[in-house]
C-alpha cells in the first residue's frame, strides 16, 4: 500500500474543498481507510474513517459538514469537506489498516501517505 494524498488548498470559511488519497500499491479493498488531521504542537486527530463495508465514522467537529467515501475499483478514497470552518485548517493525512481496530486510533493504522495542507481563512 502506497498512499498519497491531494486536493488541499487555500478556501475561504464556509467554502469546500475535496481531498483524495490513491494507493499505487496492491491491495485497497479490504482494508480500512482514515482521515487524520494535525495542527502545529498539536496531535493528530481522528477526522474520518470507511471501512472495507462502507462503515463510516466521523468525529463530533465535522458531522454533518465532511462527507468519506471510497472507490475501491480506483483504490481511492475521498473525503468531501462543505462548509469548512477555520478551525479546520491543518495537514491532512490518509491512512490504512488491515483490520477494522478502532478506528480513532491512529496507532491502529499501518500505512499512512503524505499529508495535504487545507488551509481556511476566517
Known amino acids: 500500500v502506497q498512499l498519497q494524498a491531494s486536493g488541499g488548498g487555500l478556501v475561504q470559511a464556509g467554502g469546500s474543498l475535496r481531498l483524495s488519497c490513491a494507493n499505487s500499491?496492491?491491495?485497497?479493498?479490504?482494508?480500512?481507510m482514515g482521515w487524520f488531521r494535525q495542527t502545529p504542537g498539536k496531535e493528530r486527530e481522528f477526522v474520518a474513517a470507511?471501512?472495507?463495508?462502507?462503515?463510516?465514522y466521523y468525529t463530533d467537529s465535522v458531522k454533518g459538514r465532511f462527507t468519506i467515501s471510497r472507490d475501491n475499483a480506483k483504490k481511492e478514497v475521498y473525503l468531501q469537506m462543505n462548509s469548512l470552518k477555520p478551525e479546520d485548517t491543518a495537514v491532512y493525512y490518509c491512512?490504512?489498516?488491515?483490520?477494522?481496530?478502532?478506528?480513532?486510533?491512529?496507532?491502529?493504522?499501518?500505512?499512512w501517505g503524505s499529508g495535504t495542507q487545507v488551509t481556511v481563512s476566517s
Open positions: 491512512a490504512a489498516q488491515r483490520g477494522v481496530q478502532d478506528v480513532r486510533n491512529d496507532d491502529n493504522y499501518e500505512y
Open positions: 500499491g496492491r491491495g485497497f479493498g479490504g482494508y480500512t
Open positions: 470507511i471501512t472495507w463495508r462502507t462503515n463510516l
